[in-house]
């Protein structure tokens, strides 16, 4: 009986494929986006309820001379053409930021 219905599965997945193959759409269909799409960034950061640094912003004022540091979830570092942060783990609690190199 298995054998029957893996060849009845075989035959109406080809038959299916067949049909549809004519209405795909495929990536090469697709038109060409000219230029380089890039997401719009935030001009202002939203700002925290509860008062809070970003952490992106840990390396400012006092601790300007730091080239990297972390929160214990996060890890940022600072290089010629910004500040980059990594994301964030699953359900990983934050501790105050400090600087990891000077």
């Not at 893996?6 to 004519?22: D, P, S, Y």
Request: glycine share 8%; with cysteine.
């Amino acid at each position: 009986m298995t054998h029957l219905f893996q060849i009845a599965a075989v035959l109406t997945l080809l038959f299916i494929g067949a049909n549809f193959e004519t209405g795909a759409t495929y990536a090469a269909d697709l038109p060409l986006v000219s230029g380089h799409a890039r997401t719009r960034m935030p001009t202002s950061p939203a700002p925290k309820l509860n008062g809070e640094m970003r952490l992106e912003d840990f390396a400012r004022g006092p601790h300007a001379a730091c080239t990297a540091w972390t929160d214990g979830c996060r890890a940022c570092a600072r290089n010629p053409d910004g500040v980059f942060c990594s994301n964030v783990g699953f359900a990983c609690q934050a501790s105050e930021p400090h600087c990891t190199r000077p």
